[in-house]
């Protein structure tokens, strides 16, 4: 898999082609959405959005682990892991399969 990564000016840029917005503008849209997306996780709420995924904050509790060097065991505290579960829409154009009835 190739190491691409896609940037917050790249998307700026996206949205600043697709709608028709000024550049300052597209930015401002993107991050206004990002800090949407990112204050509703923060506040412990499940984002999704269609065709694309779910964003959401699971609590995971304390557990003890082992350091593989030493064998050690060691507490893990408590804490929030975030969590993107990919909708089937996203899955099926990652994995490049065809909706049915679409024609190439």
């Known amino acids: 898999m ?3 990564t896609i ?13 028709g917005l000024s550049r300052n503008e597209s930015a ?11 204050d509703a996780l923060v506040r ?9 995924g779910t964003f959401s904050v699971r609590q995971k ?3 003890i682990g082992r350091n ?3 064998g050690e065991e ?13 909708s089937q829409v996203l899955k099926n154009r990652v994995n ?4 049915p009835g679409m024609t190439s």
């Open 2 to 4: 190739a190491g691409v």
């Open 68 to 70: 593989p060097k030493t």
């Open 61 to 63: 509790g304390q557990r």
């Open 96 to 99: 490049d399969k065809r909706r």
């Open 44 to 52: 412990g709420e499940t984002v999704k959005i269609s065709s694309f």
């Open 74 to 86: 060691v507490p893990i505290l408590p804490r929030k892991v975030l969590v993107f579960r990919p």
């Open 7 to 19: 940037t917050r000016a790249q998307l700026g840029e996206a949205v600043y082609q697709e709608v």
């Open 28 to 38: 401002e849209l993107l991050e206004a959405v990002l800090s949407q997306v990112s």
